[in-house]
């Protein structure tokens, strides 16, 4: 089984930096993806109303990032500590949401896909920029 552990959101001016984390348990990063889901506060990931793909990276080091973010996130990964960070400076307003961690051999561009989620999913972290 599959487990994420979230961590580093926060609440953060515009213009601000916030760092997110998330450990695997249960996982082999080398021939998968890891990577970011975001959806606006109050609401679930459900059809009709899917969580928007942020970021991934997988084993070989190949990322994607939305066009959103471009420039201003950072997706990494601590392969020993089985780890991927998103660094995410220059936030704003519009950025906040909450993030999910999330991991399985591909990631789609939204969640749910076909009616069903990664096969890790994290609890998610609440991410607050003011203006």
């Known amino acids: 089984e599959v487990q994420l552990v979230e961590s580093g959101g926060g609440s953060v001016q515009a213009g601000g930096s916030l760092r997110l984390s998330c450990t695997a348990s249960?996982?082999?990063?080398?021939?998968?993806?890891m990577g970011w889901y975001r959806q606006a506060p109050g609401n679930e990931c459900e059809p009709g109303n899917e969580c928007e793909l942020v970021s991934t990276i997988r084993g070989d080091g190949y990322t994607y990032y939305a066009d959103s973010v471009k420039g201003r996130f950072t997706i990494s990964q601590d392969n020993a500590k089985n780890t991927v960070y998103l660094q995410m400076n220059s936030l704003k307003p519009e950025d906040t949401a909450v993030y999910y961690c999330?991991?399985?051999?591909?990631?789609?561009?939204?969640?749910?896909?076909?009616?069903?989620?990664?096969?890790?999913w994290g609890q998610g972290t609440q991410v607050t920029v003011s203006s």
């Open positions: 249960g996982f082999t990063f080398d021939d998968s993806e």
């Open positions: 999330a991991a399985d051999s591909f990631l789609f561009l939204d969640v749910p896909n076909g009616g069903s989620f990664p096969n890790g």
